[in-house]
Structure formats: structure tokens, C-alpha cells
């Protein structure tokens, strides 16, 4: 369809949608790298006139650079110095100059946090964050995704802005405010499905769902973006970057964002009747056409669904595997291989952008099996579970025996956290393929379950340590075997066939969502049918 004028309105929810969830993601990003800026460093060997204090220095007098002890504590090279972890802050925060004005301790060295509080600060967005993974999509069935996703994103940026200064005053208020985020922040993805179904068409789903990897994307740009402002500054001005930054998009998610094409004061005449008419919308009143759909969900069948059970379990192994990898990289980098913080950054954010690259070029191949009726739709599922999973798990294998060599652990940690995109061709499709009608709703129930490994993984970390090569040795083999027999469950019992409660029929006294019923229809073909993978993000 030609759409008269420069970009549609489609085209424009699309790139806000993308920056959104990048910004849903930076907030939750962000501490996992100023934490390694932020902490005191110990008291270890000296190379020259810099203390060096990461793990394979230590091992047999060898540094992570390939040379000896020995060599270096002679001359420290430019090259070594991209090596050696830096605290020194070029810029003084509002903070410091408020902590010296006080006459307080401005915490030049780091703060004395030890693994376990670390641990706990890293670990803490998490801890409630599954609490509003469902209610996120029924308030957005009920209120609808501008409000709830808009807002969600903008409490948690704006909560940045009180960071710094909660560090300094003590780490459990800052450990408040993390845990505070994701409760707010726990909104923001269930509540987009329900802004799909209500824009675009059914033929469009696959590439509009494309947005959904801005968060991968965020974190790809955002992790090197932080050790460059962590470099050029100091770690407080991450969080005001966070704080700034959300606050733009905001404005402009509140200008040209709005929960269906009928309450759009700036659409065009055609592109609204090609959507509503693709969706099965009768034209009507702006005022009613934006009513939020209310009805009765099948909770009970929901709850007892296998094959809802089988999708959580796939996605525990994977998010074990993905926030252990995102939450723990940066630390890893830094306290093995003595990475600055610049090249922590950068190592940090790469592999989630091949996670993205890889996502979109697994979906196609799954797009075109199904198209050429070549395997069915549970298969291509499975395909997917087991790629995110079971092969996950094997290049995690690798990592935790990679020891002291950092070119083999960062081409491992990179493939491992890349072939987790294959879950939105697997387990998160799923979600959609056995209830279109319910699909924000299993993904807030889902969420609830697997963002677990999110608070309970970091705690781990903690107590088993974060210095020794034999501690993230430990530490990767459990989120290996996690991820390999997830996966194996997941590829023997999963079901992607649509589910009989999902139709309004099978649901008495459910009538009031039909046009939500409508819209979803075509997302995803019924058991005889072909359908187009749905390209997700994992949450």
C-alpha cells in the first residue's frame, strides 16, 4: 500500500518502539558496568607504577596479554595500559563536589563493597520485577501500551538521576532503588503486545516485532558507550546520561504515540482504513474505536497449560544463561583478563549485537520453513528452543575452560550470547503461536517466572566469588547445565499448537474482547496452516 506522505505512522511507532526498549534495557544494563569503576581495587602486584590486580596475572606470573610479569613490572607499554583497570575520574560529578562540600569521604578509591554486596546490588532489579509482568498486560488491554510502556520507561530513568548520590550514601539505598526500577520497569514488555494487536496488520507483525530487539541493540551501544563516558568522566555521569536521555524519548513517545490509528490526530485517511480494514475494524468513532478491551481471562487454563509450562522452562535455561552473560561480562572481563574499562565495554556490548544480527537471520530461515510447509510449526519451535539452549549451553562449556586466554573466551561468550536469538524464533514465538488472543498476558506469566534467574544468578556469583578463574569456571558450568537441560525438556515435550481457550467460544462470558480477537487472528495460522515467525526479543 502507498501511504501519501514522507513516513507513515507505522514507520514512526516502529523506530519509537526500538529506542524504547533500548532505553528499557539501558536502565537495567547500566550498573552491571559502573560497578567496576565503583569499586575499590585491591591490594595486589605492581606492574611499574600501576597495581595490577586480575586473575591471570596472578597465574604463573603470565599476564592476559601474553607476557610475563617479569617483562611488564619493567616497562608498562601503552599496550598494557589498555590493560590495567583505571579508576582515575577526569571529571569530578555533581556528586563529589557535594560529598567535598559536606566535608564527607568522596570515595576517590571505590567503594569497599565486597562480592556478596555486589552481588545484591547487580541482582536486585530483578527481585521483584516479576510482581508487574502480568499485571503490565492486562493494564495495557485496560488503559492501554502508550500509558503503561511511556511511563514504566521514564520512572525508571528518572530514578538514575538518584543513583550516584544513593551510592554514596549507603549501598542498600541504592540496592532500593534498583529494586524500585524493576518493579516499575517490569510493565514495560508485556504491555507491547497489546499495542500490535491494535496496529498492524497481520502481514506486517513479523517485521513491526523487529523493534523488540532495540533491547539487544541498547545493549550492543550502550555497554561500550558507558566505558567511554566511565573513561572521559566518571561513573556517575552514566547515570545522568540515563536520566537525560529517557527523558527525550519520553517526549517524544508522548507526541507521536498513540494506542490505535483511530485516536491518531496525524494519520492519513488511507493508512488508517488499510490498517483498520487488514484488522477486521469497522470504521467508528475515534471515542470508541480507542476503549480498551475488558473480559474474562482463562486463568485457570492458562496456569494448567503443558504447553505454556514447557515454553517457562525453556526460557529459565536461556535467561539463566543470557542475564548471568550480561550481568556478570563486564566484571568477568575485568577481573580475569584485567580489561580496562573502555574494552570492557566494548567486549561486553558485542556480542549482543550478533545476538540481534543472528535473531533476524534465524527467524528467516524459520519464516521460510513454514512458508514451504518444509517442517511444522512445533519443529521450527523446537529447532529454535534447542539452539538457545542446548547449543547455548555448549558454548558456555567452552568458556568455562577458555582460562587464561582471552581471545578464546571472548569468541565464546560472543557465540553464546548470539545463538540465544534463536529464542525468538523458539520458546518466545510460542507465546504467541498457542494464544494469539492472550499472548501479553503468557508473556507477563512467563516473565514472571524466568526473570528469577535474574536476582537468583548474581547472588551466586556472590557467594561463590568473582576473582579466581576456577570460581567463573564454577560459576559458567552451572549456567551450562542450566541451559543444556532446560533445553532438552524443552525439545522433547514443547507444543506450539493453538490452544482451546484461546477462542472466545471455548470462554463463556468472554465476549468483550472481540475486536482484540480480530486483530490477533492472523498474527499467528492455526495448526493447518502456514504461519510467519514472530521475531521477538527475549525479556
Not at 532495540?214 to 573513561?231: C, H, T
Amino acid at each position: 500500500m502507498a501511504t501519501e506522505g514522507a513516513v507513515s505512522a507505522r514507520t514512526t511507532l516502529w523506530y519509537l518502539v526500538f529506542v524504547g526498549f533500548a532505553v528499557n534495557y539501558m536502565i537495567r544494563i547500566n550498573t552491571n558496568i559502573t560497578i567496576v569503576a565503583m569499586i575499590r581495587q585491591s591490594d595486589r602486584e605492581s606492574a611499574g607504577k600501576a597495581k595490577v590486580d586480575y586473575a591471570c596475572y596472578d597465574e604463573g606470573g603470565v599476564l592476559a596479554n601474553g607476557s610475563t610479569a617479569a617483562e611488564e613490572a619493567t616497562s608498562v607499554t601503552p599496550k598494557h595500559d589498555l590493560l590495567l583497570r583505571s579508576r582515575e575520574q577526569k571529571i569530578l560529578s555533581p556528586e563529589q563536589l557535594l560529598m567535598i562540600f559536606l566535608k564527607r569521604d568522596p570515595q576517590r578509591d571505590g567503594f569497599d563493597w565486597n562480592e556478596y554486596q555486589q552481588g545484591v546490588i547487580l541482582g536486585s532489579f530483578f527481585w521483584i520485577h516479576w510482581v508487574t509482568q502480568i499485571p503490565g498486560g492486562i493494564l495495557a488491554r485496560r488503559y492501554g501500551t502508550k500509558l503503561v510502556f511511556g511511563v514504566s520507561n521514564v520512572i525508571g530513568c528518572w530514578l538514575c538521576f538518584l543513583m550516584p548520590i544513593a551510592s554514596y550514601w549507603d549501598y542498600r539505598v541504592l540496592v532500593f532503588l534498583r529494586v524500585l526500577q524493576g518493579l516499575v520497569c517490569g510493565l514495560a514488555w508485556p504491555a507491547m503486545h497489546h499495542m500490535a494487536g491494535q496496529w498492524i496488520p497481520p502481514n506486517e507483525r513479523s517485521k513491526f516485532v523487529t523493534a523488540y530487539l532495540g533491547s539487544s541493540v541498547g545493549v550492543a551501544l550502550n555497554f561500550p558507550l558507558f566505558g567511554y563516558i566511565i573513561a572521559r568522566t566518571s561513573w556517575e555521569y552514566v547515570y545522568h546520561f540515563c536520566g537525560v536521555f529517557g527523558t527525550v524519548w519520553y517526549v517524544a513517545w508522548l507526541y507521536l504515540v498513540y494506542d490505535s490509528p483511530a485516536e491518531h490526530p496525524r494519520i492519513h485517511p488511507n493508512e488508517r482504513k488499510f490498517i483498520e480494514s487488514s484488522l477486521g475494524i469497522s470504521h467508528q468513532p475515534a471515542e470508541r474505536a480507542g476503549e480498551k478491551h475488558t473480559g474474562v481471562t482463562p486463568w485457570k487454563q492458562i496456569i494448567l497449560s503443558k504447553a505454556m509450562w514447557m515454553t517457562v522452562v525453556a526460557q529459565w535455561g536461556g535467561i539463566w544463561g543470557l542475564f548471568t552473560l550480561m550481568t556478570q561480562a563486564p566484571t568477568y572481563f575485568n577481573n580475569v583478563h584485567g580489561w580496562g574499562i573502555e574494552m570492557t565495554g566494548f567486549l561486553s556490548g558485542i556480542p549482543h549485537l550478533c545476538r540481534m544480527l543472528f535473531a533476524y537471520g534465524f527467524s528467516i530461515v524459520g519464516d521460510y520453513l513454514l512458508k514451504n510447509e518444509l517442517m511444522s510449526r512445533t519443529g521450527v519451535r523446537k529447532m529454535g528452543g534447542t539452539i538457545c539452549c542446548v547449543v547455548n549451553g555448549i558454548f558456555v562449556l567452552g568458556l568455562a575452560y577458555s582460562g587464561c586466554n582471552s581471545a578464546v573466551a571472548t569468541i565464546f561468550l560472543t557465540l553464546a550470547t548470539a545463538v540465544h536469538g534463536a529464542v525468538s524464533t523458539g520458546p518466545l514465538a510460542n507465546l504467541v503461536d498457542m494464544s494469539p488472543r492472550y499472548a501479553g498476558i503468557l508473556l507477563g506469566v512467563s516473565g514472571m517466572i524466568s526473570v528469577i534467574p535474574g536476582f537468583v544468578s548474581p547472588i551466586i556469583v556472590g557467594m561463590l566469588g568473582n576473582h579466581t578463574v576456577e570460581q567463573w569456571r564454577t560459576i559458567f558450568l552451572l549456567s551450562a547445565g542450566m541451559l543444556i537441560v532446560c533445553g532438552v525438556i524443552y525439545m522433547v515435550f514443547a507444543d506450539s499448537t493453538t490452544q482451546p481457550w484461546n477462542t472466545s467460544e471455548a470462554l463463556p462470558g468472554n465476549g468483550g474482547d472481540q475486536d482484540e480477537l480480530e486483530s490477533l487472528k492472523g498474527g499467528m495460522a492455526t495448526d493447518t496452516e502456514p504461519t510467519r515467525t514472530v521475531r521477538l526479543s527475549s525479556v
